[in-house]
């Protein structure tokens, strides 16, 4: 049994201002995500230059965020929209969701392509071998912040969160599962995947298809919402049933890739 590092998740004060470890994760997934994304746009088939990796992380930033946000009092909180609109910007009181996030990114992948005049799955393409780097800070940032525990456990690794509603019982933690699965996991396969040429869709449809079995079996250990509790059949949560179309669309990428983007640029 091991108990939850007393890590305050507050990890800078000035005054009113408190800097998050959990802000502070985003900024280095973004930030990360940014230096690889140099690296890999310097590839002679990245359909992405440098110079445009530059503009492309600000469309990513920005659909990340406001994504992440909206998708979470949407899919979790949606009751409160119209109990107080102003809750949607009250993002110090917590509540982001990955799947809101995805298509916040997508979106503004959408718009970047739109704009360049480069194929959309091509740069879908580009952007997910980046995107396991903030999911795998992300999930460090729950854990720091001892929120989305799993379930009770008899495992040796078993955690007890500080959390006085997680009770003092060792849980599994799934932050740390998700972060190896969905971080570590993800972005070997997915290096691996892109380190040259590929059908075109094929890595997104990695991802999507991953991700989303990754975080379909993990949600069998973690703690459901508690204002949400099962949602299907007893048993299924609002993350499971998130990732199904999730799943679904990344095997349909899969099917149909085609031969791989060419740029036509130096």
């Not at 929209?81 to 992948?109: K, N, Q, Y």
């Not at 718009?111 to 795998?136: M, Y």
């Not at 892109?194 to 079996?217: D, K, M, V």
């Amino acid at each position: 049994m091991l108990f939850q590092p007393a890590i305050d998740p507050v990890a800078l004060q000035i005054g009113p201002l408190a800097v998050r470890w959990y802000g502070l994760m985003y900024l280095v997934g973004i930030g990360g995500g940014w230096w690889l994304g140099r690296r890999r746009a310097a590839r002679p088939w990245s359909p992405v230059s440098p110079a445009q990796m530059d503009d492309l992380i600000w469309y990513l930033a920005l659909g990340v965020l406001l994504g992440a946000r909206l998708g979470y009092m949407l899919f979790y909180d949606f009751a409160a929209i119209f109990a107080d609109p102003l809750r949607i910007f009250a993002v110090w009181r917590g509540g982001m969701s990955f799947h809101g996030g995805l298509l916040g990114t997508v979106l503004g992948m959408w718009w970047f392509a739109r704009k360049e005049g480069v194929p959309f799955f091509a740069v879908t393409d580009f952007v997910v071998p980046l995107a396991p780097i903030g999911l795998f800070f992300g999930r460090l940032g729950n854990f720091i912040n001892g929120e989305l525990w799993g379930k009770h456990t008899d495992l040796p690794w078993g955690v007890v969160f500080r959390d006085p509603l997680a009770g003092m019982f060792p849980r599994h933690p799934s932050q740390l599962y998700e972060a190896g699965l969905e971080g570590v996991v993800l972005f070997c396969l997915l290096w691996w995947w892109t380190a040259r040429p590929r059908p075109l869709r094929s890595a997104s449809g990695i991802f999507l298809t991953f991700y989303g079995l990754a975080r379909f079996c993990v949600e069998f250990v973690r703690e459901p919402d508690a204002h949400l509790g099962y949602l299907a059949f007893g048993w299924l949560t609002m993350g499971q049933i998130l990732c199904l179309p999730m799943i679904l669309f990344g095997l349909w990428l899969l099917t149909t890739a085609r031969p791989a983007f060419r740029p036509g640029r130096a």
